[in-house]
Every structure is written in structure tokens, then in C-alpha cells.
């Protein structure tokens, strides 16, 4: 039995057989201890299911068995998410998500507050939300291209992250000084249905399709300042057809729900783009709701243009969903369908 301290906050101990290994982590403080273990011990059942190790939760210890690799790759999770714990951050099971893919690529992208102020990859930081970073390797490549290049292309499945974390990173930009307000649209185009005549104004008419928009837009941000913004004309969320004949300077400009931009639309929304403005276009190309025969916009745009210097292409996969684990294996029954279906037309 070996038995030593890690960083200060971490008592190791380690016996080893021929089938498994077993390895004891006891963390100093309780409070954290048990945020990291999750309510009803939820993020460790997760480190199981996903590490394939028995995990054993003991008040403040946490005993693991299994291979040497499972059990290594077990505690260094667990590690990091107790630095995180440690300052304050709260660990949600997309956070154990991200960690665990973390240690898989000997990354570093949970970096503490001190860290942050030596890279600003990887992250971003809202007054409201304070620092938010990638929870794993396909988000962070994302972040490091928003910082890198004037026009980014997102496209991906659903629950990635792609709609929030851009409109995260355009208040950042707001909030820092960098741009002079926020343009946020998307096409209004009806999901499979017909909703019909709609009553009341225009921004009643169009809500609807913006309300996603909106939502990310209030996680970022008090809901008392994007009225204000709203009314001051310094945070606007409009249609895409609104756009035409504009030419947005000083803007960080994001045009969600690309897919479902025509050709035309997509060309003319691109060049839109004025002196110091950043776009980011975001969609996910399997959910198009565009008339049969009608080629999206999105597709066509990131085939042209993903060559050219300043523009940037982030793909996300099935494996890169971190809104719920049961989306994951959505997303991912749906794709393993997709070739089946292209085999049968």
C-alpha cells in the first residue's frame, strides 16, 4: 500500500493485483467533496458508466477499482473537478462530461481564475456568468477560432453548445468594449408546421422563432440590461430577412439556425459583415426545414469558404453533445440511421 498527498487536498493510496487496480482518493474538505460527488453521488455514477470503474463513496473517500488505465483516468477527473469545487465553481454533469474528455486528451481546459489570466483560449467571461470554459476539445477549438478569425462557421447537432457559447462570446465582446453592440437573428422558417395567421405586431410575429436566442441571450446577461440594450438599439434580435441593405460596423453579428438560409439569403447576410465586426454562423445541416429541392444556404457557404484566410470551420459531433447525456444517444441513433437512409433513396 502506497499512501501519499496530493497538492494538499488529496490522500492517495493505491493496491494492485494482477485483474484490477484499486485506488483511494480522501479529499481534505467535505463541502467540496460532496459537490463533486454530485447529489445522490450522481457525478460518480456518471465517472462509472463513462470510465467503466466501480466507484465506492464513503463520506469524503472515494474508493476505485478497476484497470490501472480506468482507475487513473477516474481520479484525475475527480481531481480536477475538486480544484474546480475548491473555487467556487459548481459541477454539473455536462462538466463531469467535459472532464472526463479532458483527461482522455491530457488537456488543460478547466484552468482556474489565476490561470485564466495567462491564456484567454478556451474560455470566456460574462459580469453575470464569469467565467465559462469548454467542456471538451471540439468547444475549445471552437473558442480559440471565435478569437482567431472575423467570420466563424459552426455546424453540428443539436445540444453542442454552438447558439450558446457564440452568443456568450459576442456579450463578451460587448461587455469588453470590442464591438458596439450585438445582432442576433435567424431565418424564420416554421419547423414542419403551419402556424397560420399570427396576430398582434411585428416583434410578436417574430418571437417565436428568436425565443432560443433570447434564452442564451439572458443567461449571459441580466434581463434588466437587455431591455435596456434592446431599447437603445445596442442588442438587436431580428428576422433574417431584416437584414438586407445593411451594413454592420462595429458589431459582433450571429446568424443561428443557419440551415435553414437559402443561397441568396447566405450571400447576402455574409456581406454584411462592416469595419471591426466579427459573424458567427451556427446550424445544423441534418435539420433543415427548407422546401424539398431548395439548397441550404449553410452548406454551400462553408464548401466555398472555409479556404479563405479569416474565416474559420469548427464541425461538431454526436460525441461533442453536452446538454444531456440522453441526447448524446439521440443524436447519435439518428446519425448511425442517416447512411442506412442514404443507401435506401
Known sequence: MISSDHDGSVELGVASSQATTEVTLSFKDNRFASIVFGQYDQ??????????????????????????????????????????ACVGQIISLGDVDGAIQEGALQGNLFVNKVDSERTSFGQISTRKKGFVRARNSAQDLYLKSLKQNELVFAEGPAG??????????AVSCLEQGLVERLVLSRP??????????????MRDKVDPYLRPVYDALFDFMDARTVERGMQTGMIE?????????????????????????????????????????????TGDPSQTDLPPGQKSGLSE?????????????????????????????IVSAYESKAPEKGQGS
Not at 453542442?160 to 462570446?169: E, H, I, P, Q, S
Not at 469558404?305 to 444531456?324: A, Q
Open 237 to 281: 434580435v431580428a428576422p433574417l430577412a431584416f437584414m438586407r441593405g445593411r451594413t454592420l460596423s462595429n458589431a459582433c453579428v450571429l446568424l443561428d439556425e443557419a440551415q435553414n438560409a437559402t443561397s441568396m439569403q447566405m450571400k447576402m447576410f455574409l456581406t454584411r459583415l462592416g469595419e471591426g465586426s466579427r459573424m458567427i454562423v
Open 160 to 169: 453542442t453548445g454552438k447558439t450558446w457559447l457564440a452568443v456568450g462570446y
Open 301 to 329: 457557404a462553408v464548401s466555398l469558404l472555409t479556404n479563405l484566410e479569416g474565416i474559420g470551420h469548427v464541425k461538431f459531433r454526436d460525441v461533442d453533445v453536452v446538454r444531456h447525456d440522453l441526447v448524446r444517444r
Open 43 to 84: 457525478n460518480v455514477a456518471r465517472i462509472e458508466r463513462r470510465l467503466n470503474v466501480n466507484a465506492s463513496v464513503n463520506g469524503n473517500r472515494v474508493v476505485l477499482k478497476g484497470t490501472a488505465d480506468a482507475c487513473q483516468s477516474a481520479q484525475r477527473v475527480l481531481e480536477n473537478l475538486y480544484e474546480r
Open 188 to 201: 424564420a422558417v416554421e419547423a414542419g408546421e403551419r402556424l397560420g395567421f399570427l396576430p398582434c405586431d
